[in-house]
């Protein structure tokens, strides 16, 4: 990659780091400008799972607080996630370039169905949820959806955190702070894992990686910074609107 592909791939790191400290949905700005400056949809996928990692886990170390308590959650679901996510790097690897290619469409319109749905579930959660209660083996009936979840995250990943909140605010009965801490840690493991996996593929494109992760960083930041000047919900429909032309794009080449 020459100087200028790698400019405007930081940029677009620093606009999703952003984005996702904001509203989420970091990934439909990244994913499309690493394919635009030339890098096969695989590889694409594989590089910007790679590069977002920091952010997962700065987000996992800042809500550890509200892990308390969750340990047999922890116990039961953690595994899950990671073979889930290795299982979709797996499926990706073995997926053509060409078949990934004609789906990619698919998945970003999936993508920004989740988030145009995002209100509309956290009110649902919300009016579902409980106070913080304790844990037992009956929350084991999580891990039948979320293995699917888990499999998809792996394989392509935008929008996996909100299929995971989804995930356990339909089967477990907690109070929304506990189930949103819940739901990073899986969605960490989950991406780290498939993560880890895409490092021996060969496939990494590792002067993109290393420059997103520092921006995705610095975006992060620069969002915190920017939280309570600009309202999650136009900024989602920023990105909403974004995600749909590019979708289409890819639709009618």
Not at 90 to 108: D, K, S
Not at 109 to 131: T, W
């Given at each position: 990659?020459?100087?200028?592909?790698?400019?405007?791939?930081?940029?677009?790191?620093?606009?999703?780091?952003?984005?996702?400290?904001?509203?989420?949905?970091?990934?439909?700005?990244?994913?499309?400008?690493?394919?635009?400056?030339?890098?096969?949809?695989?590889?694409?996928?594989?590089?910007?799972?790679?590069?977002?990692?920091?952010?997962?886990?700065?987000?996992?170390?800042?809500?550890?607080?509200?892990?308390?308590?969750q340990g047999l959650r922890l116990w039961l679901l953690l595994p899950v996630s990671v073979l889930g996510g290795i299982g979709?790097?797996?499926?990706?690897?073995?997926?053509?370039?060409?078949?990934?290619?004609?789906?990619?469409?698919?998945?970003?319109?999936?993508?920004?169905?989740?988030?145009?749905?995002?209100?509309?579930?956290?009110?649902?959660?919300?009016?579902?949820?409980?106070?913080?209660?304790?844990?037992?083996?009956?929350?084991?009936?999580?891990?039948?959806?979320?293995?699917?979840?888990?499999?998809?995250?792996?394989?392509?990943?935008?929008?996996?955190?909100?299929?995971?909140?989804?995930?356990?605010?339909?089967?477990?009965?907690?109070?929304?702070?506990?189930?949103?801490?819940?739901?990073?840690?899986?969605?960490?493991?989950?991406?780290?894992?498939?993560?880890?996996?895409?490092?021996?593929?060969?496939?990494?494109?590792?002067?993109?990686?290393?420059?997103?992760?520092?921006?995705?960083?610095?975006?992060?930041?620069?969002?915190?910074?920017?939280?309570?000047?600009?309202?999650?919900?136009?900024?989602?429909?920023?990105?909403?609107?974004?995600?749909?032309?590019?979708?289409?794009?890819?639709?009618?080449?």
């Amino acid at each position: 990659m020459d100087i200028l592909q790698l400019v405007l791939v930081g940029l677009a790191a620093v606009a999703g780091g952003a984005v996702n400290a904001l509203a989420g949905g970091g990934t439909l700005i990244t994913f499309p400008v690493l394919m635009a400056v030339g890098v096969p949809a695989v590889a694409a996928n594989i590089t910007n799972t790679v590069a977002l990692c920091p952010g997962y886990l700065g987000g996992t170390l800042a809500q550890l607080k509200d892990l308390r308590g969750q340990g047999l959650r922890l116990w039961l679901l953690l595994p899950v996630s990671v073979l889930g996510g290795i299982g979709g790097g797996i499926l990706l690897l073995h997926t053509g370039e060409q078949v990934f290619r004609a789906v990619v469409p698919y998945l970003i319109l999936m993508a920004v169905a989740l988030m145009a749905l995002q209100d509309r579930l956290r009110a649902f959660i919300l009016r579902s949820a409980g106070k913080a209660v304790g844990t037992s083996l009956h929350d084991a009936w999580v891990i039948a959806p979320l293995v699917p979840a888990a499999v998809y995250g792996g394989f392509f990943g935008a929008g996996v955190s909100i299929i995971v909140i989804a995930v356990l605010g339909l089967v477990l009965h907690d109070g929304i702070v506990r189930l949103n801490a819940l739901k990073q840690a899986l969605s960490f493991a989950i991406n780290i894992a498939a993560a880890v996996f895409f490092l021996f593929s060969g496939q990494v494109v590792w002067p993109a990686a290393i420059v997103m992760a520092v921006g995705a960083l610095a975006g992060g930041a620069l969002g915190g910074k920017m939280a309570g000047r600009i309202r999650p919900q136009v900024l989602r429909g920023i990105v909403i609107g974004i995600g749909t032309i590019v979708a289409i794009i890819y639709l009618v080449r």
